[in-house]
């Protein structure tokens, strides 16, 4: 799944609020692509701050966790709090999760909105499929519908 694939999923669930200002801020993201209004709807809600160097790098695959940490600002702007439904798992290598991450990734396990992959792996840079994301959303949409 790339990272406008994504942004825009979640844009959709969102509603697809319209934004006042649809200027782009990414040098990547033209006005024209299907994605565009998304991307700028995720930067101005602060759900992304992009890749570094002013690009948001639409085409690149979206890593676990840029997912998780996606999601866990969309939750965060829109005022949501989940309960904690699990204890605090120590993955495997937690030590490569980056550290803009850590904090998310820790919220959205104990929400049970994320697992770890075979034993007890996180791999959070590797590229999400489009089933995990399916999975990672489905958890996410059924853990909001149970706070409203």
Known sequence: MTRAM???????????????????????????????????????????????NGKFNPAASISREQIVTMFHRYLNEHHYTLPEKEKEKNFAYAGKISTWAKESVKAMQKAGIIEGKPRNLFAPQDDATRAEAAAIFHRFVAALAAVN
């Open 6 to 52: 994504f942004v825009t999923v979640l844009y959709r669930y969102a509603g697809e609020p319209a934004i006042e200002d649809t200027g782009i801020s990414f040098a990547d993201v033209k006005k024209n692509t299907w994605y565009a209004t998304a991307v700028a709807w995720a930067a101005k809600e602060g759900i992304t701050f992009g890749t570094g």
